[in-house]
């Protein structure tokens, strides 16, 4: 069997949940009603990337469930099939690297993305910013759309006019802090976390990555000063600012920064 030849099996399990004597639920979905599904999906597969393979396993078949349940759903429209969401995909990725399917030549990395960017724009003319979903996460979407700036020049020579440009913003919020105007407020606020992003940006990391890692050595350490002051049968509220930020530090010693 070759590689792949098994998506065939899905496709005819999907088929038969939504056949007419099939399942009540399945049939009852639809484009609308799934879109939560393919979100929380997607979550789960990123979570998963940093587990056991067996996990990351999983949720990719439950990616793909949704993908083939999708495409089921517009066969029966006949407008496409998953036979034609796969040839797309495949002609696409071929088109695009002429330098392994064609005789174009690409290094490097960076000459590969230059080349797909010059062939996407033969595809389909757009404006620079054209194409970064709405529903992405805030802070992937801000990493996106300066990104795509970046490309056509409107960017920072380095890190540092990046960097400098945080400084800005953050006095420009220092200001806004002493108006009582909330609309400006979150205005500045929001500048200022897009120049952050775009200090991740220069600086090659993903921000909404990042900020995931951040978030987590948070709980991490905030659990672990609950569970200290729990061992003297006292809650964070039975304690002072500087007990909890004592423990906090204890807590930053137990793990190296990032862990």
Same mark, same amino acid.
Request: hydrophobic share 40%; glycine share 6%; aromatic share 4%.
């Given at each position: 069997?070759?590689?792949?030849?098994s998506?065939?099996?899905?496709?005819?399990?999907?088929?038969?949940?939504?056949?007419?004597?099939?399942?009540?639920?399945? &049939?009852?979905?639809?484009?609308?009603?799934?879109?939560?599904?393919?979100?929380? #999906?997607?979550?789960? =597969?990123?979570?998963?990337? +940093?587990?056991?393979a067996? $996990?990351?396993?999983? #949720?990719?078949? +439950?990616l793909?469930?949704?993908?083939?349940?999708?495409?089921?759903?517009?066969?029966?429209?006949?407008?496409?099939?998953?036979?034609?969401?796969?040839?797309?995909?495949?002609?696409?990725?071929?088109? &695009?690297?002429?330098?392994?399917?064609?005789?174009?030549?690409?290094?490097?990395?960076?000459?590969?993305?230059?080349?797909? +960017? #010059?062939?996407?724009?033969?595809?389909?003319?757009?404006?620079?910013?054209?194409?970064?979903?709405?529903?992405?996460?805030?802070?992937?979407r801000?990493?996106?759309?300066?990104?795509?700036?970046?490309?056509?020049?409107?960017?920072?020579?380095?890190?540092?006019?990046?960097?400098?440009? =945080?400084?800005?913003?953050?006095?420009?919020?220092?200001?806004?802090?002493?108006?009582?105007?909330?609309?400006?407020? &979150? $205005?500045?606020?929001?500048?200022?976390?897009?120049?952050?992003?775009?200090?991740?940006?220069?600086?090659?990391?993903d921000?909404?990555?990042?900020?995931?890692?951040?978030t987590? &050595?948070?709980?991490?350490?905030?659990?672990?000063?609950?569970?200290?002051?729990? #061992?003297?049968?006292?809650?964070?509220?039975?304690?002072?600012?500087?007990?909890?930020? $004592?423990?906090?530090?204890?807590?930053?010693?137990?793990?190296?920064?990032?862990?």
């Amino acid at each position: 069997m070759r590689n792949g030849e098994s998506l065939a099996d899905l496709v005819a399990t999907m088929q038969r949940l939504l056949a007419p004597d099939g399942c009540p639920w399945d &049939r009852e979905q639809t484009l609308e009603t799934l879109k939560p599904f393919l979100l929380e #999906e997607t979550y789960e =597969v990123l979570e998963a990337i +940093d587990g056991a393979a067996a $996990g990351h396993c999983e #949720e990719l078949g +439950d990616l793909m469930m949704q993908i083939v349940f999708q495409a089921e759903l517009r066969a029966a429209r006949g407008e496409f099939t998953i036979d034609d969401v796969v040839a797309s995909i495949d002609t696409k990725l071929r088109r &695009r690297h002429p330098h392994v399917f064609g005789d174009a030549k690409a290094g490097t990395a960076a000459e590969v993305l230059t080349q797909w +960017d #010059e062939i996407k724009k033969t595809e389909k003319p757009r404006r620079t910013l054209d194409g970064v979903p709405r529903t992405l996460p805030a802070l992937a979407r801000a990493h996106k759309l300066t990104e795509r700036a970046a490309i056509v020049g409107f960017d920072w020579p380095d890190v540092a006019g990046a960097r400098a440009k =945080v400084d800005e913003e953050l006095g420009e919020l220092d200001e806004a802090m002493t108006s009582a105007d909330p609309e400006r407020l &979150r $205005g500045e606020l929001g500048d200022l976390l897009l120049s952050v992003v775009n200090v991740s940006r220069k600086l090659g990391i993903d921000a909404e990555a990042a900020l995931a890692e951040a978030t987590r &050595r948070f709980r991490t350490r905030f659990e672990h000063v609950e569970d200290r002051l729990a #061992e003297a049968g006292r809650t964070p509220k039975d304690a002072t600012l500087a007990e909890l930020d $004592g423990l906090w530090d204890e807590a930053k010693t137990l793990a190296p920064p990032g862990v």
